[in-house]
Protein backbone atom coordinates (compact mmCIF):
# COMPACT_ATOMS: atom_id res chain seq x y z
CA UNK A 1 0.00 0.00 0.00
CA UNK A 2 1.08 3.16 -0.51
CA UNK A 3 2.28 5.22 2.45
CA UNK A 4 -1.07 7.14 3.19
CA UNK A 5 -2.51 7.23 6.28
CA UNK A 6 -6.05 8.92 7.50
CA UNK A 7 -7.01 9.77 11.09
CA UNK A 8 -9.02 9.73 12.74
CA UNK A 9 -10.20 6.24 11.54
CA UNK A 10 -14.15 6.26 13.19
CA UNK A 11 -15.29 9.45 14.87
CA UNK A 12 -18.97 10.16 15.84
CA UNK A 13 -19.71 13.67 16.63
CA UNK A 14 -22.61 15.65 16.70
CA UNK A 15 -24.26 18.07 14.92
CA UNK A 16 -22.59 21.76 14.72
CA UNK A 17 -19.62 20.59 16.19
CA UNK A 18 -16.11 21.61 13.98
CA UNK A 19 -14.19 18.09 12.98
CA UNK A 20 -10.82 18.24 11.26
CA UNK A 21 -9.50 15.07 9.52
CA UNK A 22 -6.11 14.62 8.60
CA UNK A 23 -4.17 12.87 5.50
CA UNK A 24 -0.77 12.24 5.81
CA UNK A 25 1.49 10.62 3.08
CA UNK A 26 4.92 9.75 2.68
CA UNK A 27 5.68 9.70 -0.85
CA UNK A 28 6.11 13.12 -1.41
CA UNK A 29 3.17 13.40 -4.16
CA UNK A 30 2.02 16.77 -5.26
CA UNK A 31 -1.39 15.96 -5.44
CA UNK A 32 -3.52 15.76 -2.71
CA UNK A 33 -7.83 14.71 -2.73
CA UNK A 34 -10.23 14.45 -0.55
CA UNK A 35 -13.57 12.42 -1.10
CA UNK A 36 -16.38 11.27 0.17
CA UNK A 37 -18.22 7.66 -0.51
CA UNK A 38 -21.95 7.18 -0.03
CA UNK A 39 -23.90 4.71 -1.50
CA UNK A 40 -25.41 5.19 -4.86
CA UNK A 41 -23.02 7.55 -5.60
CA UNK A 42 -19.90 6.45 -5.91
CA UNK A 43 -16.80 8.31 -5.03
CA UNK A 44 -17.44 12.02 -5.13
CA UNK A 45 -14.63 14.52 -5.41
CA UNK A 46 -15.04 17.33 -1.83
CA UNK A 47 -11.73 19.30 -2.87
CA UNK A 48 -7.99 18.88 -3.87
CA UNK A 49 -4.74 20.08 -3.86
CA UNK A 50 -1.82 20.40 -6.66
CA UNK A 51 0.78 22.10 -4.21
CA UNK A 52 1.57 23.46 -0.88
CA UNK A 53 -1.32 26.16 -0.35
CA UNK A 54 -2.88 25.68 -3.70
CA UNK A 55 -6.43 24.23 -3.41
CA UNK A 56 -9.45 24.25 -5.32
CA UNK A 57 -13.02 22.59 -5.38
CA UNK A 58 -14.73 19.81 -6.45
CA UNK A 59 -17.90 18.75 -6.92
CA UNK A 60 -19.35 18.44 -3.10
CA UNK A 61 -17.67 21.19 -1.58
CA UNK A 62 -20.08 23.35 0.25
CA UNK A 63 -19.83 22.59 4.00
CA UNK A 64 -16.06 21.78 3.88
CA UNK A 65 -12.86 23.57 3.76
CA UNK A 66 -9.26 22.47 3.50
CA UNK A 67 -5.28 23.36 4.00
CA UNK A 68 -2.56 22.09 2.64
CA UNK A 69 0.38 23.95 4.38
CA UNK A 70 2.91 21.06 3.55
CA UNK A 71 3.38 18.91 1.03
CA UNK A 72 2.78 15.61 3.72
CA UNK A 73 -0.27 16.67 4.77
CA UNK A 74 -3.75 17.95 3.58
CA UNK A 75 -6.56 18.82 6.27
CA UNK A 76 -10.22 18.96 5.42
CA UNK A 77 -12.68 20.46 8.14
CA UNK A 78 -16.25 20.46 8.43
CA UNK A 79 -17.02 23.71 9.88
CA UNK A 80 -20.61 22.93 11.13
CA UNK A 81 -21.10 19.15 10.46
CA UNK A 82 -24.58 18.07 9.59
CA UNK A 83 -25.84 14.67 9.47
CA UNK A 84 -25.70 14.75 5.73
CA UNK A 85 -21.85 14.72 5.99
CA UNK A 86 -22.18 11.54 7.83
CA UNK A 87 -20.47 9.60 5.40
CA UNK A 88 -16.60 7.51 4.92
CA UNK A 89 -13.65 9.89 3.60
CA UNK A 90 -11.09 8.95 1.56
CA UNK A 91 -7.68 10.67 0.85
CA UNK A 92 -6.10 9.76 -2.13
CA UNK A 93 -2.77 11.19 -3.78
CA UNK A 94 -1.08 11.49 -6.61
CA UNK A 95 2.52 11.95 -8.02
CA UNK A 96 1.63 14.35 -11.00
CA UNK A 97 -1.49 14.74 -11.52
CA UNK A 98 -1.41 13.78 -15.30
CA UNK A 99 -2.87 11.15 -17.74
CA UNK A 100 -0.39 8.19 -16.55
CA UNK A 101 -0.69 8.95 -13.08
CA UNK A 102 -2.81 6.98 -11.28
CA UNK A 103 -4.26 7.69 -7.54
CA UNK A 104 -3.63 6.20 -4.49
CA UNK A 105 -5.79 6.21 -1.79
CA UNK A 106 -6.07 5.60 2.11
CA UNK A 107 -8.02 3.22 4.32
CA UNK A 108 -10.84 5.66 4.90
CA UNK A 109 -12.39 7.64 7.86
CA UNK A 110 -15.96 7.05 8.84
CA UNK A 111 -17.52 9.72 10.01
CA UNK A 112 -21.10 9.56 11.82
CA UNK A 113 -23.17 12.81 12.87
CA UNK A 114 -25.77 12.66 15.30
CA UNK B 1 -20.83 17.27 -18.77
CA UNK B 2 -18.42 14.32 -18.25
CA UNK B 3 -19.89 11.24 -16.49
CA UNK B 4 -19.31 7.14 -16.01
CA UNK B 5 -22.06 5.10 -15.39
CA UNK B 6 -22.36 1.66 -14.09
CA UNK B 7 -25.38 -0.06 -15.23
CA UNK B 8 -25.19 -3.24 -12.73
CA UNK B 9 -25.68 -2.22 -8.44
CA UNK B 10 -24.88 -6.19 -8.33
CA UNK B 11 -23.27 -9.05 -10.91
CA UNK B 12 -23.49 -12.77 -9.74
CA UNK B 13 -21.37 -14.77 -11.30
CA UNK B 14 -20.04 -18.66 -10.43
CA UNK B 15 -16.15 -19.58 -9.62
CA UNK B 16 -14.59 -20.83 -12.95
CA UNK B 17 -16.84 -18.69 -14.69
CA UNK B 18 -16.00 -15.55 -17.40
CA UNK B 19 -16.85 -12.20 -15.55
CA UNK B 20 -17.46 -9.26 -17.10
CA UNK B 21 -18.58 -5.92 -15.02
CA UNK B 22 -19.88 -2.72 -17.47
CA UNK B 23 -18.53 1.05 -17.65
CA UNK B 24 -20.36 3.22 -19.93
CA UNK B 25 -18.75 6.71 -20.28
CA UNK B 26 -19.45 10.05 -21.49
CA UNK B 27 -16.97 12.69 -22.40
CA UNK B 28 -15.90 15.50 -24.68
CA UNK B 29 -12.21 14.81 -26.13
CA UNK B 30 -10.19 11.38 -25.01
CA UNK B 31 -11.09 9.46 -22.13
CA UNK B 32 -8.53 8.54 -19.84
CA UNK B 33 -10.32 5.19 -17.87
CA UNK B 34 -9.79 3.60 -14.48
CA UNK B 35 -10.79 0.51 -12.71
CA UNK B 36 -10.47 0.00 -8.93
CA UNK B 37 -11.37 -2.78 -6.37
CA UNK B 38 -12.72 -1.94 -2.86
CA UNK B 39 -12.61 -4.76 -0.59
CA UNK B 40 -14.60 -4.89 2.40
CA UNK B 41 -13.66 -1.61 5.38
CA UNK B 42 -10.80 -0.93 2.73
CA UNK B 43 -9.74 1.90 0.48
CA UNK B 44 -9.68 1.64 -2.94
CA UNK B 45 -6.80 -0.36 -5.19
CA UNK B 46 -6.15 0.56 -8.80
CA UNK B 47 -6.50 -2.22 -11.10
CA UNK B 48 -5.59 -0.64 -14.47
CA UNK B 49 -6.21 1.97 -16.93
CA UNK B 50 -6.67 3.12 -20.27
CA UNK B 51 -4.78 6.13 -21.51
CA UNK B 52 -4.29 5.86 -25.44
CA UNK B 53 -2.78 2.43 -27.60
CA UNK B 54 -4.54 -0.76 -27.49
CA UNK B 55 -8.06 -1.25 -26.50
CA UNK B 56 -7.57 -4.40 -24.56
CA UNK B 57 -5.69 -3.26 -21.05
CA UNK B 58 -4.05 -5.61 -18.86
CA UNK B 59 -4.26 -5.11 -15.27
CA UNK B 60 -3.87 -6.92 -11.45
CA UNK B 61 -5.35 -9.91 -10.34
CA UNK B 62 -5.62 -11.38 -13.75
CA UNK B 63 -7.96 -8.82 -14.73
CA UNK B 64 -8.66 -7.13 -18.28
CA UNK B 65 -10.71 -4.22 -19.73
CA UNK B 66 -11.74 -3.15 -23.31
CA UNK B 67 -12.38 0.15 -24.69
CA UNK B 68 -14.65 0.30 -27.02
CA UNK B 69 -14.96 3.93 -28.44
CA UNK B 70 -17.64 3.39 -30.62
CA UNK B 71 -19.70 2.29 -27.81
CA UNK B 72 -18.57 4.48 -25.00
CA UNK B 73 -17.63 1.82 -22.88
CA UNK B 74 -14.89 0.45 -20.82
CA UNK B 75 -15.82 -3.20 -19.77
CA UNK B 76 -13.80 -5.07 -17.02
CA UNK B 77 -13.33 -8.77 -17.31
CA UNK B 78 -11.79 -12.07 -16.06
CA UNK B 79 -11.46 -14.94 -17.83
CA UNK B 80 -11.68 -17.17 -14.81
CA UNK B 81 -13.71 -15.44 -11.85
CA UNK B 82 -12.34 -16.56 -8.04
CA UNK B 83 -14.25 -16.41 -4.83
CA UNK B 84 -11.53 -13.71 -3.73
CA UNK B 85 -12.58 -11.51 -6.55
CA UNK B 86 -15.64 -10.70 -4.76
CA UNK B 87 -15.55 -7.15 -4.05
CA UNK B 88 -17.42 -3.67 -4.92
CA UNK B 89 -15.73 -2.24 -8.23
CA UNK B 90 -15.76 1.08 -9.20
CA UNK B 91 -15.06 2.46 -13.06
CA UNK B 92 -14.02 6.09 -12.84
CA UNK B 93 -13.03 8.89 -15.75
CA UNK B 94 -9.97 11.32 -15.35
CA UNK B 95 -11.50 15.08 -15.35
CA UNK B 96 -10.13 18.46 -16.25
CA UNK B 97 -9.08 18.91 -12.69
CA UNK B 98 -7.07 15.94 -12.81
CA UNK B 99 -9.38 14.49 -10.07
CA UNK B 100 -11.65 11.26 -10.92
CA UNK B 101 -15.29 10.92 -11.70
CA UNK B 102 -16.43 7.49 -10.24
CA UNK B 103 -19.37 5.57 -11.37
CA UNK B 104 -21.86 4.16 -8.31
CA UNK B 105 -20.17 0.85 -8.31
CA UNK B 106 -20.73 -2.55 -8.70
CA UNK B 107 -20.82 -5.19 -6.48
CA UNK B 108 -19.58 -8.53 -7.71
CA UNK B 109 -20.53 -12.07 -5.98
CA UNK B 110 -18.57 -14.75 -7.29
CA UNK B 111 -20.58 -18.26 -5.47
CA UNK B 112 -17.88 -21.56 -4.71
Known amino acids: DAGITQSPRHKVTETGTPVTLRCHQT?????MYWYRQDPGHGLRLIHY???????DKGEVSDGYSVSRSKTEDFLLTLESATSSQTSVYFCAISESGTTDNEQFFGPGTRLTVL | AQSVAQPEDQVNVAEGNPLTVKCTYS??????LFWYVQYPNRGLQFLLK??????LVKGSYGFEAEFNKSQTSFHLKKPSALVSDSALYFCALLTGRRALTFGSGTRLQVQP
Open chain 1, 49 to 55: SYGVKDT
Open chain 1, 27 to 31: ENHRY
Open chain 2, 27 to 32: VSGNPY
Open chain 2, 50 to 55: YITGDN
